[in-house]
């Protein structure tokens, strides 16, 4: 059993887990939710994929993440490989939402996450805005990353994004969301989203951390890149790899990752209002 992602709903007073196990040939993806004030089991451990349980039914779900919508339900994704493919073109990234008391599904069918079908989507990530959109971020094909955003109906807004194009290892991907005013006043909205690429900019020596800041201040359109950069600027030798994102309420982005040519964890801090290293 592998631990994918934690997730906590105030509203609620629950925290979730997500994790995915069995033997390699049928992997599954799971949920458990629990009550926070004293940890006991609030909802047993339950299959994220609609219908499936431990039997083998042509599919494997694997790497769920989740977050927490703007009702205090979980939004968790994950991507199936099925013997059926889930969109008729190789592996799927799925959706649902389930409530943060219950578990109970929101949807009745779990959603596609991607707008192109054709060819694999994998590694997805998942963020939620307060006004109630769900912004998703996934592996398209072999190597981009790409980004679709649902509306609290389940409701896909404008059409997928690609984000960034790579020729290899643009993976294992991180994002996470700022909320604030302005100096003017204006209300605006950043995801910030890290993963993994060979074509980290400015890094000529292997795997490097690529950064994007995306404008999500528009509700009615997928957000927009407005920044693309390195997260390891003082560490380009060698290989970085297995980064994690953590967003905290100031708007400064914790980043960490292996630095594979000290074999050191390192970390970096970044602007997610500006897209700048701190």
Known sequence: VTLSDMCASAAKGTYLFVYFGGPEAKLQSYAQIRNTADDSIQVHEFAVAKGTTTDV?????????????????YVITWFSTCTTSPDGSG????????????GARKFAADKLVSGIVTGNQRNPTVVSISDGRTVFVFQH???DIAVTVF????????DQQTIHVSTAFATTINAGVYEY???SGNAKIHVIVVHRSLLAPGDS?????????????DSTVVPTVIVTGRVNTDNTV???????????????AFVTYNDGSSLKSRA???????????
């Open 181 to 183: 005013t302005d100096d």
């Open 268 to 278: 970096q801090v970044v602007d997610v209002k500006t897209g700048d290293n701190v």
């Open 57 to 73: 039914d042509g599919c494997y779900r694997r790497v769920p993440r989740c977050s927490t919508d703007a009702s205090g339900d």
């Open 91 to 102: 592996d799927a990234v799925l959706f649902n939402v389930f409530d943060g008391s219950t």
């Open 205 to 217: 020596s292997g795997l490097g951390i690529v950064k994007h800041i995306l404008d999500a201040t």
């Open 151 to 158: 509306d609290a109906a389940g409701n896909m807004i404008g």
């Open 238 to 252: 060698g290989h970085q790899f297995y980064q994690r994102l953590a967003v905290a309420s100031n708007g400064y």
């Open 141 to 143: 094909g072999s190597t």
